[in-house]
């Protein structure tokens, strides 16, 4: 019988695969995969980091720009290519997660196996570590230092977030939803770990149904949603401003739902003229250098916007109600119905904001939201 040690380590190298070996993104599959995700790599990538994005090779930087090649390939179009996207974005953040190791302490064993399954199996920014399904897990003991960068802090946080995406959802206390909506404004969405919360009027707020087991405040789950709940940054609070991108230009009551970065942090418009953001505060070396960072963000905003469209329901009666006489029920991403014939269905009238966004950022809305077919 093998060591524990040695199973981990066996474990860590299976895993570490797609970062030894020559993975699928180092070679040029003649499709477009989008624009927008190459900004977010190299806005946490280190200097020279370069990648294949499908087909053209990017180089990052540094300072969160980046400089390409410029051929022109048409855009994934089938299921299969756009999986071969999913992948190749998946292992690029991989291989930038894995440039520089350093223990996440939001990502203790303690903190992730409080509501993690039994063989549930995950890294900490530097060891591999596998819960027992009791609160406790295994781990390899290899030592890596905390997270001391901004860069290394927000890396951190994507990991924590790919993991809270994994892990089942849990319904967490903690959060006073009708001051959080207060604050927030109409539209603003949030998650308790289980539900999706959307903001109303005067604080009011509605939530799907969905009936989750409680998880600890303790957990690394309930951290992250308790402090994801609530993300405004009053426009002037950073170090870098760039009037062109304030909130309150962009966001429009056309593009509800438009995620772009300001310069400085991620924006999410929620309502006219108002955005939920993050709170770096991001400092610039001189005027020459903020106005660069400025126009390379707002080239970046208007290029994605051009990408993005209002879309509304996940699912239609079109993609679900294909056959006479079938009784399917499904969740559209705001509304439930149920097929009424072909591509024909009677639904819920809950009021649905349309959602300003990529294909991309869609189709992952629709994975958070739980849309699909019930039955």
Wanted: hydrophobic content about 30%; some cysteine; proline content about 5%.
């Amino acid at each position: 019988m093998q060591h524990p040690c040695r199973l981990l380590i066996a474990l860590f190298l299976a895993t570490a695969a797609p970062l030894i070996a020559k993975s699928q993104e180092d070679s040029s599959d003649g499709i477009g995969c989008g624009y927008s995700w190459q900004q977010s790599i190299c806005k946490l990538a280190p200097a020279d980091f370069s990648f294949n994005d499908g087909c053209n090779t990017v180089t990052c930087d540094g300072s969160g720009s980046l400089v390409s090649t410029l051929m022109a390939c048409p855009p994934a179009a089938t299921a299969e290519e756009r999986q071969r996207c999913q992948t190749i974005r998946e292992n690029i953040q991989l291989r930038l997660d894995d440039a520089d190791r350093v223990t996440c302490p939001a990502l203790s064993m303690q903190a992730v196996c409080a509501t993690a399954g039994a063989g549930f199996t995950y890294s900490d920014g530097c060891n591999p570590v596998v819960c027992d399904g009791n609160g406790s897990g295994t781990s390899t003991l290899m030592f890596c230092p905390s997270p001391g960068d901004p860069t290394q802090i927000a890396r951190c946080e994507r990991r924590m977030e790919r993991l809270v995406e994994r892990m089942e959802p849990r319904t967490c206390s903690g959060i006073n939803k009708t001051e959080v909506c207060r604050m927030e404004g109409i539209g603003y969405r949030f998650s308790d770990g289980c539900n999706t919360i959307e903001c109303g009027e005067s604080g009011m707020w509605t939530s799907t149904l969905m009936g989750c087991p409680p998880a600890s405040s303790e957990s690394a789950l309930c951290q992250w949603v308790v402090s994801k709940a609530r993300r405004t940054a009053p426009e002037g609070n950073r170090d870098l401003d760039c009037p062109e991108l304030a909130m309150s230009r962009i966001c429009t009551n056309e593009m509800n739902g438009f995620r772009y970065n300001d310069g400085c942090n991620e924006v999410y418009c929620s309502s006219p003229g108002r955005g939920v953001s993050t709170t770096r505060l991001c400092r610039v070396g001189s005027e020459a250098e903020a106005a660069r960072r400025c126009s390379d963000a707002k080239t970046a905003m208007e290029a994605k916007r051009r990408e993005s469209k209002r879309r509304t329901s996940c699912l239609t009666a079109a993609d679900v109600c294909k056959q006479p006489g079938e009784r399917k029920s499904f969740f559209d991403g705001c509304n439930y119905c149920f097929c009424m014939g072909v591509n024909r269905a009677g639904c819920t009238r809950r009021a649905c904001q349309p959602y300003f966004s990529t294909e991309e950022e869609f189709r992952a809305e629709c994975v958070r939201r739980k849309a699909g077919i019930i039955n």
